[in-house]
């Protein structure tokens, strides 16, 4: 009897990632941070680990019951493993990168770790990949964010993509502006829920306007015509006249893009400031990415997460590289001439009677001969 079957278990939500999707990962990764960095977008590579006040502070603090802790053995402190990167580049751009010029744009790539996923999604580890531009509250910034990332989702095959655009923190600003305190919770779950009744019921003398909002929901053209036409306190309407403004310049550098709005979500948005979004691969309507306008530590701030499992699972599979097995004792310099000319050669250890039988078992296609490349195939 063996202990292999223990040895290999691994925590729920964990897995290992084999051949080919480990490397179907490693290129959407390069691809995506090629994308970004075209655009200016400057790469860098926060810790796993971090000491948890510090990983913890600011916008951090959002992730806070998704980190995993340890003590570190050097200084007895608390340390927590990152549940997101973004509060990380937060961190940089202001303690590493205050000196350098605004706006700062940011680029990351990399493994996060959670205390626990979601029914829709029960991994707790996964990669993602972003870019932030700090130190602009223009709306330019939310818009290249937004059509740089769908140009990155194009470079690995992900053209169907509709975009989600949100307020969260136009609800909030019309009850405060309405004085309505009461039964807030229960109003914004209600809201969430899409209850008209409920919010009718609840949301006093702003009732009104929180059941216009609700039906405001849907594509972008139909959904500005309905905002226009509400009052609104005067944070809440530079938020809407900015989702406008941002949807317009979008309508420029990605045209048939497929935009619409929902004014009253807020989940996952809570550290937000201003106009949020999310990305959607329209078939199979898998989230993609999610990001939006935050601050950062006084600093205007925007930017987009991209979840490259998700990506994966969406992106066109990987073309297997053509493969030639290698016999021993060919000379090196043909296989670096096969490498050259975009061969992946798999060399042999052993001498064999039978190269191309041999081929087929290492998942070759093609034998390295004394004449050249040929197929492995059997051709009896």
């Given at each position: 009897?063996?202990?292999?079957?223990?040895?290999?278990?691994?925590?729920?939500?964990?897995?290992?990632?084999?051949?080919?999707?480990?490397?179907?990962?490693?290129?959407?990764?390069?691809?995506?941070?090629?994308?970004?960095?075209?655009?200016?977008?400057?790469?860098?590579?926060?810790?796993?680990?971090?000491?948890?006040?510090?990983?913890?502070?600011?916008?951090?603090?959002?992730?806070?019951?998704q980190c995993f802790r340890v003590m570190d053995p050097l200084t007895q402190k608390t340390m927590a493993v990152r549940a997101d990167m973004t509060p990380q580049v937060v961190r940089i751009a202001q303690a590493r990168l205050g000196g350098e010029p605004r706006p700062l744009r940011l680029s990351y790539g990399g493994d996060v770790l959670r205390v626990k996923g979601s029914q829709l999604r029960?991994?707790?580890?996964?990669?993602?990949?972003?870019?932030?531009?700090?130190g602009s509250d223009a709306a330019a910034a939310d818009?290249?964010?937004?059509?740089?990332?769908?140009?990155?989702?194009?470079?690995v095959g992900i053209r169907d993509i509709s975009i989600d655009l949100s307020?969260?923190?136009?609800?909030?600003?019309?009850?405060?502006?309405?004085?309505?305190?009461?039964?807030?919770?229960?109003?914004?779950?209600?809201?969430?829920?899409r209850d008209a009744g409920a919010a009718r019921t609840l949301g006093g003398v702003a009732a009104p306007v929180l059941e216009a909002l609700l039906a405001a929901a849907g594509p972008l053209e139909r959904a500005l015509a309905k905002l226009s036409t509400l009052a609104m306190p005067a944070h809440a309407a530079v938020e809407r006249d900015r989702l406008a403004r941002v949807a317009a310049l979008l309508a420029k550098?990605?045209?048939?893009?497929?935009?619409?709005?929902?004014?009253?979500?807020?989940?996952?948005?809570?550290?937000?400031?201003g106009l949020a979004f999310t990305l959607f691969a329209r078939h199979p309507g898998i989230e993609l990415g999610r990001g939006g306008r935050y601050m950062s530590g006084g600093e205007p701030a925007t930017g987009l997460t991209l979840d490259l499992?998700?990506?994966?699972?969406v992106a066109p599979a990987r073309v297997r590289g053509r493969r030639v097995y290698v016999p021993l004792g060919t000379a090196a310099s043909a296989s670096a001439e096969a490498r050259a000319a975009g061969w992946i050669t798999v060399a042999g250890f052993e001498t064999v009677t039978d190269a191309a039988a041999e081929a087929r078992r290492l998942g070759c296609d093609h034998v390295l001969t004394g004449a050249g490349i040929a197929p492995s195939a059997d051709q009896s």
């Open positions: 009897m063996t202990d292999t079957p223990i040895r290999a278990l691994l925590p729920a939500g964990l897995h290992d990632t084999l051949p080919p999707e480990a490397a179907h990962e490693a290129e959407i990764l390069a691809a995506v941070s090629q994308c970004f960095a075209a655009h200016g977008y400057e790469r860098v590579k926060p810790p796993l680990v971090e000491f948890e006040d510090t990983l913890l502070d600011g916008a951090g603090g959002a992730t806070a019951s029960p991994e707790r580890q996964f990669m993602q990949a972003g870019l932030e531009v700090i818009a290249e964010v937004l059509s740089v990332a769908v140009e990155a989702l194009a470079a307020l969260p923190t136009l609800v909030p600003a019309i009850l405060d502006a309405n004085g309505v305190w009461e039964s807030r919770q229960e109003l914004m779950l209600a809201l969430a829920h550098t990605a045209p048939g893009l497929i935009l619409t709005v929902d004014p009253v979500e807020s989940r996952g948005f809570e550290y937000y400031s499992d998700a990506v994966q699972t």
